[in-house]
């Protein structure tokens, strides 16, 4: 499946017409399991309580079959997984459809034959046909279906077969009456082809839809993407010179240069904090720009404790100039996860530094590890300005930023919590917010183990 | 809502800029230390040229990969501070490389000085004093604060 993903376009597509019909085989099969279940207890139902004379042994042997050839498939289905192909997984969908229509047929010569009304459930078939296969695979199936029905009627007929009757329900013995025979054949055959005709074609739209939409889906993918490229250049262009005014401004501030009058040092120092501001917005933008553009990250095993204790650590002159305390907690079982250690670490940190700044003084910080089972949800709640609830679903937006952290902090990129958010899942992790305005918030990220 | 570490770190930085009390032992042990800064950036080289002349350094100064070789073996610096990106993007790893296979260069240490750091994964230290790969002593991130230049430029020097 991996491999898939490399290749172009047109590989996309199929890859994801792949991924439907091996979707779509499972929900037959599952079907198919209810099938068996269902046939095997009217059999019961209709021998023991109705006292139906239908040969039971036969039924359930059918039923049983049924039940079997399902495993059958469904064990091949997930042995092939991984290195499917269309035209493996297309052969395995046309060999069950016709193996469905064969236990039918079945199923129906055991209760009845021509008699048996439910002969009109070949008509599912037909519409499952049509939904996984191919139009013409579609009308080779109800010929096949045909086929079937013509040799065990004539069987019948011509007593080469029994006929089994199908007392108490419907009218019997009509295995040897023409007229009736051809009049349900005429019904029964013109039903399945007008079906398979109606099916196919609603279904070829819808695929063609489909197909049309997944190109799309890639065309906009790829345009993000030479999007991202070009903010990626123009934000490199804009640091560059960017650092070259950070670097001319250092000395002059900093006094090497000579003694500044006060005026002079005043607007110097403006000058150095609005670049220092625009530098830091930069450096934000580069790396979403930066992890969106990545493919893959390297991955590596580390303790999540480590990089909580190293965030906390990192950010730990910030809180104590505002007196805040941040706790560390930590439940058992936590062992090293495997992720990309330098964006969690990072992540980490700036997601510590985001509610220290949201944090009045003499607040409080909780840093937690939980264990969930397959999932370790790291913790971290405040006791700050917290957000707005009809702005939480804006939170993780880029270069969105609440209206209370605007009035308490004037500066602020908008841009870390997406940054998160696409760093957590990229990691296959999830990332969520609870909040009480004035009361604090905690932020929650579930990360696989 | 949300501001990177910088700005924090930045403001640290300004209140802690050239402590008065190392001034009198750096200047023993470093004083007039050669210094030769590669950089295609005039106005970089020209803000570091200042700050290290203020601390008694001589510093000469190559545009380009090449002539910043030519002035290691015609000047014999006794530091290098060498920009990543000169005629190419990665050409300051050939030189630090071409300086460093010279026998006679092998000692001589090296800052490097790199823009391209910020959470690519890309570890520097890592790296640093590794021959086979970037064969440099240390290096800074770009944008360059005074304080972080002198102590590493500093430390370099006292460790030869």
């Known amino acids: 499946m991996s491999a898939a993903f490399s290749h172009g376009a047109y590989d996309m597509t199929s890859f994801k017409q792949l991924e439907g019909l091996c979707e779509r085989l499972y929900w037959l099969i599952r079907l198919r399991w209810i099938a068996a279940a269902s046939v095997f207890l009217t059999v019961l139902l209709t021998g023991h309580i ?317 840093v937690g590890l939980r264990n969930r089972g397959s999932v370790i949800l790291i913790e971290i709640a405040d006791t700050g300005i917290g957000i707005p609830k009809n702005e939480l679903p804006r939170i993780f937006e880029e270069f969105y930023r609440a209206s209370n952290a605007q009035v308490a902090e004037r500066d602020g990129t908008g841009l870390g919590l997406s940054i998160a958010k696409r760093v957590v899942e990229m990691h296959s992790g999830r990332i969520w917010i609870e909040s009480e305005e004035g009361k604090g918030t905690k932020l929650n990220i579930e990360l696989p183990k | 809502m949300f501001c990177s570490a910088t700005l924090g770190t930045f403001l640290e930085w300004s209140n802690e800029r050239y402590p008065e009390k190392d001034e009198r032992r750096s200047r023993l042990v470093s004083a007039n230390a050669k210094i030769l800064i590669v950089d295609d950036d005039p106005d970089i080289v020209e803000s570091m040229k200042v700050i290290l002349e203020s601390k008694n350094y001589q510093v000469s100064v190559a545009k380009t990969g090449e002539e910043g070789l030519r002035k290691v073996r015609g000047e014999a610096p006794d530091l290098v501070i060498l920009d990543v990106m000169l005629e190419t993007g990665d050409k300051g790893f050939d030189v630090a490389r071409e300086i460093k296979w010279d026998p006679q260069y092998k000692h001589l240490p090296i800052l490097m000085l790199t823009a391209i750091k910020e959470k690519t994964g890309l570890d520097f230290m890592k790296e640093a004093g590794d021959e086979q790969w970037l064969p440099v002593d240390d290096y800074c991130d770009k944008p360059l604060h005074p304080g972080e230049l002198v102590s590493k430029v500093e430390a370099l020097l006292n460790k030869r």
């Not at chain 1, 079997?68 to 459809?97: C, D, H």
């Not at chain 1, 964006?343 to 510590?352: G, M």
């Open chain 1, 50 to 366: 109705f006292k139906f004379s239908l040969p039971a042994f036969d039924l359930y042997a059918a039923s049983t079959a049924l039940g079997v050839y399902n495993l059958a498939f469904f064990v091949l289905l997930k042995s092939i997984k991984g290195k499917e192909s269309f035209v493996i997984v297309n052969r395995i969908a046309n060999s069950q459809i016709s193996l469905d229509l064969l236990s039918l047929a079945v199923l129906i010569h055991f209760s009845g034959g021509i008699e048996n009304p439910f002969l009109f459930y070949f008509i599912f078939h037909m519409i499952i046909a049509s939904i996984l296969l191919s139009k013409r695979a579609s009308f080779l199936q109800a010929t096949f279906a045909v086929l079937l029905f013509s040799i065990m009627v004539s069987l019948e007929y011509f007593a080469v077969l029994p006929h089994y009757c199908l007392k108490k329900f419907i009218i019997h013995d009509q295995q040897h009456n023409l007229t009736y025979i051809s009049g349900v054949s005429f019904v029964f055959i013109s039903t399945l082809y007008i079906a398979v005709y109606m099916a196919t074609s609603i279904s070829g739209r819808l695929k063609q839809r489909e197909k049309v939409l997944g190109e799309a889906n890639l065309e906009l993918e790829e345009k993000d993407r030479i999007k991202s490229e070009y903010v990626l250049r123009v934000t490199h262009g804009i640091k560059e010179h960017l650092s070259a005014i950070q670097g001319c401004l250092e000395p002059v501030s900093g006094g090497i240069t000579g003694e500044l009058n006060a005026k002079q040092f005043d607007l110097v120092q403006r000058a150095v904090r609005r670049t220092a501001k625009l530098m830091s917005f930069v450096k934000a933008l580069l790396q979403i720009t930066r992890i969106k553009l990545s493919k893959e990250m390297k991955m590596e095993y580390f303790s999540l404790r480590y990089s909580c204790l190293e965030a906390i650590n990192d950010t730990s002159a910030k809180a104590k100039a505002k007196f805040i305390s941040v706790n560390f907690t930590m439940e058992p079982g936590i062992g090293p996860i495997r992720a990309a250690r330098e964006y969690i670490q990072e992540t980490l940190t700036d997601l510590l530094v985001n509610s220290i700044k949201y944090t009045p003084p003499r607040g409080k910080i909780d």
